[in-house]
């Protein structure tokens, strides 16, 4: 039987700080395996946290004076319209709003250029940590609280248990009376009279183990194809490196 292994380490550099989680545990999809220390980044990112406060503030301080300006600009031409304004004045408030709007624009980038550098520290945090790219078993832990590790270096080593399958082999003969997606009865050596449900997931197309020139019967009887059974994953009796038979429903 076999499984599909994923090899799990930190983007970037660092010392360990803490680990969350041991050899043998069940992990979750994005479960947090081993956390670098990142107390620069923490502080970096209160500071990027601080900052975008501070100019939300005053981008909406911004906002309320422009709500005024546009006001003001539009009582003037109110008043010159009325010929009890004049024309200077309503230059100036309206060049005064102009002015503003493009005070506002600033201040709203500044906003976007705060919160894309809280988003990029984020992204870093990140890095600083090894988690589980889908629900698997710890089955190496590499590491320990201390170690310093260069970036991308092996941290654990993971068992993806969605997948769980055995690869057969089967005489051309049989191709006929094997189908994608029937079910197949599994046995292994460790439960004996046991039968565990498998789905026939892939038939190689290609043969294997064919003789360098094939002149007769006897020689294309002993081509055989691959059949991957699919095996199911929620049953802890099935571990990968047993050895398994299969039996097909239609090959007596």
Not at 59 to 75: M, S
Request: proline share 4%.
């Amino acid at each position: 039987m076999e499984v599909y292994e994923a090899h799990v380490g930190p983007r970037a550099g660092g010392r360990v700080e803490k680990i969350f989680a041991w050899e043998g545990d069940h992990l979750h999809e994005g479960q947090v395996i081993v956390q670098l220390d990142a107390s620069e980044l923490r502080a970096r990112r209160d500071l990027a946290a601080a900052q975008i406060d501070t100019a939300i503030h005053d981008a909406d301080a911004q906002e309320a004076q422009l709500h005024f300006l546009h006001d003001d600009a539009r009582r003037q031409q109110d008043l010159l319209k009325r010929k009890v304004g004049s024309p200077n004045d309503a230059g100036r408030a309206d060049s005064a709003a102009k002015a503003q709007e493009k005070n506002v624009a600033a201040a709203k980038m500044r906003v976007a250029q705060a919160r894309a550098q809280l988003a990029d520290i984020d992204a870093q945090l990140a890095e600083m940590q090894v988690t589980a790219p889908a629900d698997s078993i710890l089955e190496v832990l590499s590491v320990k609280v201390g170690d310093v590790l260069p970036a991308n270096r092996e941290a654990a080593t993971l068992l993806l248990t969605g997948h769980l399958w055995v690869r057969v082999y089967v005489p051309e003969s049989w191709l006929g009376l094997i189908k994608l997606g029937e079910h197949v009865r599994v046995r292994v050596d460790s439960f004996p009279g046991k039968d565990f449900d498998g789905v026939v997931e892939q038939i190689n197309r290609q043969a294997e183990f064919t003789p360098r020139n094939v002149q007769t019967v006897a020689d294309r009887i002993k081509q055989v194809f691959g059949v991957k059974i699919r095996l199911p994953s929620d049953d802890n009796r099935l571990r990968a490196g047993m050895a398994a038979d299969v039996y097909f429903p239609n090959v007596k």
